[in-house]
Structures are given as C-alpha cells and as structure tokens.
C-alpha cells in the first residue's frame, strides 16, 4: 500500500544549524515526490518537487530510490524557516491521488 | 483572485448542526481535493473529485459527503456534527494531467469550530 512516512513530529534546531526532513515512502512503481509548507497563518504551498532537482529557500531533497526516502535538507536553518512540513508522493499511472505525511513542525531558535 | 477559494474562512456551529464548505478550483483545474488537518493529526485525506465524479476516497465519515458541481466547483457537506469534528478543512486543486505537471494548489481553509 502507498504510504508516506514522516518520522519526526517536531524538529527543533538553533539557527544557523543544519537541517533534516525525514520522509519515507512505500510505493510499489515510480513516484513523483513533494514536500510542501505551511508558514504560521498562510496555505499550504508547494516547497520543492523532485523532478525540479532545484533548491528552493535552500532547501533541497534528494530522492533515493534505493532507501525509499525523500529527505528535506538545508545547510543552515533561518527562522523563517519555521513551519510545517509535508511530504507527498503521487504516483505514476495513479497520476491524481495525492498521499500526505502526517507532517513535522519545525522551530528554528534564535 | 485565479487561485484556490474556499468559503467561509471560519465557521463556529453547535454539536448536531450541518454545515456546508465550499471551493473553487484554481482556474483550468479538473480535480478538487478535500483535506482535514486537527491539531495531532497533520493533513488527514477526505475525498477527491475530478470533473464532476469521486475519483478517491479517503479517511471521510458516513456523516460527512461532497459533490462537485458541472462549473467545477466542490461542496463539503457536514452533518451530526460532533465536538471532534473541530479542525481546519482545505480545499485542493489541481490539473490532473497525465504529462506530470501534477501539482496541489491549496486554498486557505475553512476553520470549523463545533461548540
């Protein structure tokens, strides 16, 4: 069954600090990943998608096949970069069901 | 506004009562999306509707049903409402296309506080 998996409820780090987003997934053809954000008080907006391969506010993610995983990474985090995070998978030939994370927050201290 | 329209922004009902949420797709958008997102519980699928029809179904109770109208926009209807039911209720869109521009635009939701 497809499924979405994002370990971390809450991710606290000190600005300036790295980052990592943990997302697995189970899907059994070729998936088409996203990780989407929702600032305090705004809609949820797409962040990045990893056909992109672009770095969108420094973030990047890195499908990997192989460990099934999908990671959100930043070198150095910002406090703006406090939010909610989602990862989303959709996949092929399945092109419009859409699988969510239960999501992390994540608080970036001064 | 081209973008994703739900109304209304916030609702406050009393347990038992029914209410009706509704959105517009982003325009040139066939699919339309419910989601519920409570406190614990992230974004919690509900239904899905591309071009008039249910497309997929989701975690949706019996209490709870949606349509999407010809001109494409979606009603979510909610009855017997219950204290739980308490939570933010996003609308998505999205166009649907097999060329695999696949992307969800979200409204800002609809906030149900059940009293």
């Known amino acids: 069954a497809q499924r979405v998996t994002q370990p971390e409820k809450l991710l606290s780090v000190f600005k300036g600090a790295p980052v990592e987003l943990k997302c697995n997934y189970s899907y059994s053809g070729s998936p088409e990943l996203f990780w989407y954000v929702q600032y305090s008080r705004q809609r949820l907006q797409l962040l990045l998608r990893?056909?992109s391969r672009e770095s969108i506010k420094g973030f990047t993610a890195d499908l990997n096949k192989g460990e099934t995983s999908f990671h959100l990474k930043k070198p150095f985090a910002q406090e703006e970069d406090s939010a909610m995070y989602y990862c989303a998978l959709i996949g092929s030939g399945n092109f419009n069901k859409f699988y969510f994370g239960s999501g992390t927050k994540l608080n970036v201290k001064p | 506004d081209s973008g994703v329209t739900q109304t209304p922004k916030h609702l406050i009902t009393a347990t038992g009562q029914r209410v009706t949420l509704r959105c517009s797709p982003r325009s040139g958008d066939l699919s339309v999306y419910w989601y519920q997102q409570s406190l614990d519980q992230g974004l919690q699928f509900l239904i899905q509707?591309?071009?008039?029809?249910?497309?997929a179904k989701g975690n949706i109770l019996e209490r709870f049903s949606a349509q999407q109208f010809p001109d494409l926009h979606s009603e979510l209807n909610l009855s017997s409402l219950e204290l739980g039911d308490s939570a933010l209720y996003f609308c998505?869109?999205?166009?649907?296309?097999?060329?695999?521009?696949?992307?969800?635009?979200f409204g800002a939701g609809s906030r149900l506080t059940v009293l």
């Open positions: 998505a869109s999205s166009v649907d296309s097999k060329s695999g521009a696949n992307v969800l635009t």
């Open positions: 990893h056909i």
């Open positions: 509707y591309y071009n008039g029809e249910e497309r």
